[in-house]
């Protein structure tokens, strides 16, 4: 009689689980020995899209990366010790369903979409999802015998079971749970409980007859409480902020259209007044149009493996700001060099390998760096500037409101030009060099040599603000819809280091670059919730939280960071006893793993593809070792 087989359970059906199931299908042959598994995704969303990428959502969500930078297959970049597996990125599996030679079945706008994209197109969300849904059944058909997969659409309310047995999985629409050898969440991004201060709004809303949202997954988004014609704040002005801007415009029947003066807005009458502000006062940078024009980049050179090993090699505690981010900021500069110099020579005064030599003996901040850019690059627009990218209304005051909205047009009109020019191609390069540094972070975020207040200010407060804004900014013609709303008056900018109030009956707000103060009846917090397991509204964590079979990582200090902890070889959880469980594991953004993209651009051996193998590796090996336990029943 053949044994009975192993039982896995991926909590979480999106793009995370789908890649780790890809990862299964090609460890197996070596790690599993022809074994048979049974395979468990429960997700209340559709199976490789999860809920943030699901087709049910408002077909004007775009992605902010375009077709050709986006894949879920391994490749040669990738350093790993699983197979690489290639595969289509976004671009090319467009291409190869619209051709016909793969077969897909797709509603009708998105195989509309299909005959319009083409590799620097930034598709819609709906497209994505039909990729990621694509991929999730490429996975499981690529399983071996004898492994099988079965799809739960529905919520896991909690897991029970000792370290040292099965694991129970209780599903909330079935009395019975599923009986595991092994558990991984792969729960993707999370809702979190409102803190102190939005619950004060929230109640003053409530009082006062306002409307109020607190931080929200755009697409879930009930815009129903923001009025035709009311004044509403929008406080944020990333990628939440353009999605919700799209869909109180254009969601609500308005329309853009080509006219002598540029683009034109044409407002259906519903849309409300929008107020947006931040702490820069700026937009995301606009994702850039073009591709690299010079020699192929070397990246890492200056945050590689081995200046990292040093850096954690020291015995003395380290600060970000000050050890960690020249560092950071001279591979980038590395980056941007680079391109500039090999794509663009006739901008520059020297030879590529003459400055790379001095620039490769210099700190950053030192002022013979200073004197060797300025000497080498002549126009001041060609060289780079963290700390004006950074801040750019900084030490800037304007006299009225609309002398602002001038100043702010002029700025994204310069920002959306650069980035869509290939003269300025260099940005691309510092782009790709953010990307290289990226994988090596964790390890130096994961440091207990990192200083606390550093780690929660600098590293986790404005290092993330400030790759994000340069990084993972919107495709640049949603920057140009921006400024003909701002034409059009639908949207007003409030300026940078804005402030909000409740008082009066309303919510008031400004900012420091501007005199004026905004009466509104709504405010909309533009930015997705800050999850943390103290405050997380996710069923299973909360659970697992009360039990003790999760804790948050806490750094020297005793301050908390939210994220959960798992162990870095492996991603098993752990738990309050402070050992790792071994028959549990969490992939995502809200653990201390932080490989934050499920997937990503083609050739970067990104950190997620390469966790993903080392997940799936250690559980293959858990249950060729451990086999399926007892027989209870999982159907």
Same mark, same amino acid.
């Given at each position: ?8 359970? &991926?909590?979480?059906?999106? /793009? ?96 509309a979409e299909l005959g319009r994209v083409e590799p620097t197109t930034f598709p819609s969300r709906r497209l ?6 694509? +991929? ?7 399983? /071996? ?88 704040? &929008? ?9 919700? *801007? ?79 981010? /020249? ?53 001041? @627009?060609?060289?780079?500037? +963290? ?16 002398? +602002? ?5 002029? =700025? ?9 020019? /290939? *003269? ?13 540094? =990226? ?53 007003? +900018? ?24 905004v009466r509104a009846t709504g405010l909309v917090e533009a930015r997705l919730p800050t999850h943390g397991l ?84 250690? &559980? ?11 027989? @209870?029943?999982?159907?």
């Amino acid at each position: 009689m053949s044994a009975p087989p192993s039982v896995l359970v &991926l909590v979480g059906g999106g /793009p995370r689980a789908a890649g780790l199931v890809e990862r299964i299908a090609v460890n197996a042959a070596e790690l599993f020995g022809g074994a048979a598994l049974e395979v468990h995704v429960v997700d209340p969303h559709p199976p490789g899209a999860g809920r943030v990428w699901r087709y049910e959502q408002s077909e004007l969500l775009r992605m902010n990366s375009m077709a050709v930078d986006v894949t879920m297959f391994t490749d040669a970049s990738v350093v790993c010790d699983g197979p690489v597996r290639t595969g289509p990125s976004l671009a090319e599996w467009a291409s190869l369903v619209r051709s016909g030679d793969l077969r897909v079945d797709l509603p009708e706008d998105v195989l509309a979409e299909l005959g319009r994209v083409e590799p620097t197109t930034f598709p819609s969300r709906r497209l994505q999802s039909a990729y990621l849904g694509w +991929f999730f059944e490429d996975a499981v058909a690529a399983l /071996p015998p004898g492994i099988t997969v079965h799809r739960h659409r529905a919520v896991v309310r909690r897991i029970t079971g000792s370290p040292h047995g099965r694991q129970r999985v209780w599903l909330a629409d079935r009395s019975s749970p599923l009986v595991a050898d092994a558990v991984v969440l792969t729960l993707g991004h999370l809702d979190a409980e409102m803190g102190a201060e939005e619950r004060e709004l929230a109640d003053y809303a409530s009082a006062h007859g306002l409307a109020y949202l607190p931080p929200d997954y755009s697409a879930d988004s009930d815009l129903s409480s923001v009025l035709p014609g009311a004044d509403v704040v &929008l406080r944020g002005f990333g990628l939440a902020f353009i999605d919700l *801007a799209v869909l109180l415009t254009q969601g609500r029947g308005g329309r853009f259209e080509e006219s002598a003066e540029g683009l034109r807005y044409v407002p259906s009458g519903r849309e409300p007044r929008i107020h947006v502000g931040s702490r820069r006062g700026v937009p995301y940078h606009s994702k850039t149009g073009y591709r690299l024009r010079g020699d192929p980049l070397p990246l890492p050179v200056f945050f590689d493996g081995r200046v990292v090993d040093a850096l954690l090699a020291s015995p003395e505690e380290f600060d970000f700001r000050a050890d960690v981010w /020249p560092l950071l900021a001279k591979e980038i500069a590395w980056g941007y060099f680079h391109e500039l110099f090999t794509g663009h020579p006739e901008r520059v005064s020297v030879s590529w390998g003459e400055f790379a030599e001095a620039f490769a003996e210099l700190p950053w901040y030192s002022p013979e760096m200073a004197e060797l850019v300025s000497s080498s690059v002549p126009a001041v @627009e060609d060289r780079i500037d +963290f700390e004006r990218l950074d801040r750019p209304l900084a030490g800037l005051s304007f006299a009225t409101g609309e002398e +602002f909205q001038e100043h702010l047009r002029a =700025y994204v009109e310069a920002d959306v030009a650069r980035r869509s020019d /290939p *003269a300025f191609s260099a940005d691309l390069g510092a782009f790709m060099a953010l990307l290289s540094v =990226y994988g090596q972070l964790p390890r130096v975020l994961n440091s207990p040599k990192l200083s606390p207040a550093s780690r929660l200010a600098d590293a986790d407060g404005w290092w993330s603000g400030f790759f994000s804004f340069l990084a993972s900014g919107p495709p640049p013609d949603r920057l140009e819809e921006l400024l003909a709303l701002s034409r059009a008056g639908i949207v007003n +900018f409030l300026g940078a280091d804005v402030w909000v109030r409740a008082s009066d009956g309303v919510f008031l707000a400004g900012s420091a670059s501007v005199p004026d103060v905004v009466r509104a009846t709504g405010l909309v917090e533009a930015r997705l919730p800050t999850h943390g397991l103290g405050r997380t509204a996710d069923p299973v964590l909360r659970a697992l939280r009360g039990a003790g079979d999760v804790v948050e990582e806490r750094l020297s200090d005793g301050r908390s960071t939210g994220l959960v902890r798992v162990a870095a070889e492996d991603n098993r959880l752990i738990g309050r006893n402070g050992e790792p469980h071994p028959r549990r594991f969490a992939l995502g953004p809200f653990t201390t793993g932080r490989a934050f993209a499920a997937f990503a651009r083609p050739g970067t051996n990104a950190p997620g593809f390469r966790q993903n193998d080392v997940v799936a590796r250690a &559980l293959l090996r858990l249950l060729a070792e451990e086999g399926s336990g007892d027989a @209870e029943s999982v159907a």
